[in-house]
């Protein structure tokens, strides 16, 4: 089974920067849809962002202009950058591989005023 692994969550002040990523331990990633999602507290797990195989992507209106997703396919690696965060980003984020259904176990991005 493919696992993914998320990394570069945080602490940070607002209009601060974070680089997320999420490593999969196997090629096929390549051939798989990728998404990153949040869930913060008491609400439900949200879409925020996601990359095709053919790297088109598609973005939540609460992130566009101020998030970007890329997949690096030799690296096995999907990345989130993640500029002029707010408070209301605060969340768990969460990388999900559409071909097989996978998820990561999550990783603690928190947004101080």
């Known amino acids: 089974q493919v696992q993914l692994v998320e990394s570069g969550g945080g602490l940070v002040q607002a209009g601060g920067s974070l680089r997320l990523s999420c490593a999969a331990s196997g090629n096929i990633f390549r051939l798989s849809g990728m998404e990153w999602y949040r869930q913060a507290p008491g609400k439900q797990r949200e879409l925020v962002a996601g990359?095709?195989?053919?790297?088109?992507?598609n973005y939540a209106d609460s992130v566009k202009g101020r998030f970007t997703i890329s997949r690096d396919n030799a690296r096995n690696t999907m990345y989130l950058q993640m500029n002029n965060l707010k408070p209301e980003d605060t969340a768990v984020y969460y990388c999900?591989?559409?071909?097989?259904?996978?998820w990561g176990q999550g990783t603690q991005v928190t947004v101080s005023s």
């Open positions: 999900h591989a559409r071909l097989w259904n996978g």
């Open positions: 990359i095709r195989s053919d790297s088109m992507t």
